[in-house]
């Protein structure tokens, strides 16, 4: 199994564009989350799903929308990126069926988001 | 969910053993006591969990007060790739499947 994985690695943004972070996992997990993490802080998530086409704001969902048509795949969009979202992204997902080990996240290897 | 509360960073000898504590004195019946690390640049990873009991696994031993109010995750034998920023972390089933990420504590293992 590859986990999660997840695309661009970086990217650079000009104030005001949009693009879409792609997030994929191969483990057939039902729950599916994103995360940004700034500078010297903890994460803070941003939008999560219960299973396709179930999806519910985090703590920070300002400025980004969600989509979960398939179980694989959780694509994270910015509309109209500004500077604040400069970030490292990273997308997680669980499974709650396995009782030894209840809501432990694995996670991506995280895009690194500059807007300017 | 409950607060926790973490020594924002603290050092340890190679070889040594890395006792770091977590404070979650406001923790519930029903929560559990979560440890992830994030080692730089890299997603968090998941370490130990646990209810009530101490805990252990291949990664690290989890020690819980028996009034649940804090509790100490150990790194029996501390290795320069233990160099991370260790997270504890409370939660219970209300929280649907979410996690809250703290500032964690610092981990410097030094040769």
């Known amino acids: 199994n590859a986990g999660v994985t997840q695309t661009p690695k970086f990217r650079i943004l000009k104030i005001g564009q949009s693009m879409t972070l792609q997030c994929t996992q191969d483990?057939?997990?039902?729950?599916m989350y994103w995360y940004r993490q700034d500078p010297g802080m903890g994460l803070k998530l941003i939008y999560y799903s219960v299973g396709a086409g179930i999806t519910d704001k985090g703590e920070v969902p300002n400025g980004y929308n969600v989509s979960r048509s398939t179980t694989e795949d959780f694509p994270l969009r910015l509309e109209l990126a500004a500077p604040s979202q400069t970030s490292v992204y990273f997308c997680a997902s669980s499974y709650l069926g396995r009782p030894d080990r209840p809501y432990e996240q694995y996670f991506g290897p995280g895009t690194r988001l500059t807007v300017t | 969910d409950a607060k926790t509360t973490q020594p924002p960073s603290m050092d340890c000898a190679e070889g040594r053993a890395a006792n770091l504590p977590c404070n979650h004195s406001t923790i519930s019946g029903n929560e559990y006591v979560y440890w992830y690390r994030q080692i730089h640049s890299q997603g968090p990873q998941y370490i130990i969990h646990?209810?009530?009991n101490n805990e252990t696994n291949e990664m690290a031993s989890l020690i819980i007060t028996e009034d649940r109010k804090s509790s100490t995750l150990i790194l029996p034998h501390a290795t320069l790739r233990d160099t991370a920023v260790y997270y504890c972390i409370v939660r219970g089933q209300a929280a649907g499947n979410k996690l809250t990420f703290g500032g964690g504590t610092r981990v410097l293992v030094k040769p």
């Open positions: 646990g209810l009530k």
């Open positions: 483990m057939n997990h039902n729950y």
